[in-house]
């Protein structure tokens, strides 16, 4: 990794545009890509396995899970675990599906992470252990506010 990560923004700075770019961009290889499960992820995913493709990187799909737990009297926070953990389940199932979706999104896909939290402390958290390079999100998650709490 050389450097801080790179935040983009795939709709200021087309996918087909990006190959005059390739001898900046070429250690751009690890791409994290949050995802909301919204229709805008299943673009965002197709286009960040383009410029994947173009970097010859690799992707890492991250949804952050951001499920208030009510406050329950004791015996009963088995219902809550039992809640989180069906979330949890489909959550999984979407993700997949929509990464199966596409065959270039399931070729370059290395690693789904379903994490419990905050997105801005999901992503850092992610952004560490993976050693990302560039983090991909739709407009929707990516105002400036919100990456300014990830540096």
Not at 7 to 21: A, C, I, K, M
Not at 101 to 125: F, H, M, Q, Y
Request: aromatic share 4%.
């Amino acid at each position: 990794m050389t450097g801080a990560p790179t935040y983009g923004y795939l709709r200021t700075v087309p996918v087909s545009d990006l190959h005059t770019l390739t001898d900046s961009l070429m250690y751009l290889q690890r791409i994290l890509v949050p995802i909301d499960l919204s229709e805008d992820s299943q673009h965002l995913l197709e286009e960040a396995a383009q410029l994947a493709q173009l970097l010859d990187g690799r992707m890492i799909v991250l949804h952050a899970l951001q499920v208030p737990v009510p406050h329950l009297p004791m015996g009963k926070t088995g219902m809550v675990t039992s809640l989180l953990q069906a979330i949890e389940r489909q959550a999984q199932e979407q993700i997949q599906a929509m990464i199966a979706a596409n065959p270039l999104v399931a070729s370059l896909t290395d690693e789904v992470l379903i994490k419990k939290g905050l997105a801005t402390d999901c992503i850092r958290a992610a952004m560490r252990r993976y050693e990302v390079d560039w983090v991909l999100m739709g407009e929707q998650v990516a105002d400036y506010s919100f990456i300014r709490t990830l540096g």
